[in-house]
């Protein structure tokens, strides 16, 4: 079912956002992302002469506002790693299209964990891994679009199965994060050996 990894991570993170967090500003601003996320998810409208998901719209200039509000030059900085992520997520797309022998699992899941790892080589935090990987997915799903516009003109952007993509790619980051985190936890509260001096 198109769509399910893209809901299960929504709602997850609307629930973390609502139940488990504090209450502060950027809270609630997740909150309603999250809301906004799912409520446009099966809305389209018509930008002649493309078709777009209302929540490809939502996701593409909240996360350009995201990236214009960082530090001096963090923006340029965004921008370059967003264009590369773009490059590589059309390229894997229209190999899976041209030549499909090189998809050997489920094309999902490799092209979540592809851009889930060149988002962790352009940045360290990850905050700005998830901000490049949804500019970059918009990105590159403009640019997948437009390669195959005389193909498949009725062609959605940000259909289901590119949400389920950058779902799956974000839950990849942060179960990666989580485990990073907790294995500097443990190594913190490992107590120090001492040695024996001659």
Known sequence: MEGAYFYFFFWALWIAATFLMKKTVERTKLAAFSLFMISSASMTVKISPLHMALSFFVLFFSSCYVAVTQRPCGWLRMALSASGLAFAYAAFRLLALFDPVWIWLDG???????????????????????????????????????????????????????????????????????????????????????????
């Open 108 to 198: 999902q899941w490799m092209l979540g964990w592809w851009m889930a790892l060149i988002s962790s080589l352009f940045h360290r935090r990850i905050s700005a891994r998830l901000l490049c990987l949804a500019l970059g997915g918009c990105q590159g799903e403009v640019m997948y679009a437009m390669s195959i516009f005389r193909m498949a003109p009725g062609y959605v952007l940000g259909s289901f199965s590119f949400l389920d993509v950058l779902a799956i790619s974000a839950s990849s980051l942060l179960v990666w994060e989580s485990i990073r985190f907790f294995s500097l936890q443990l190594e913190e509260k490992r107590p120090v050996r001492r040695t024996r001096q001659p």
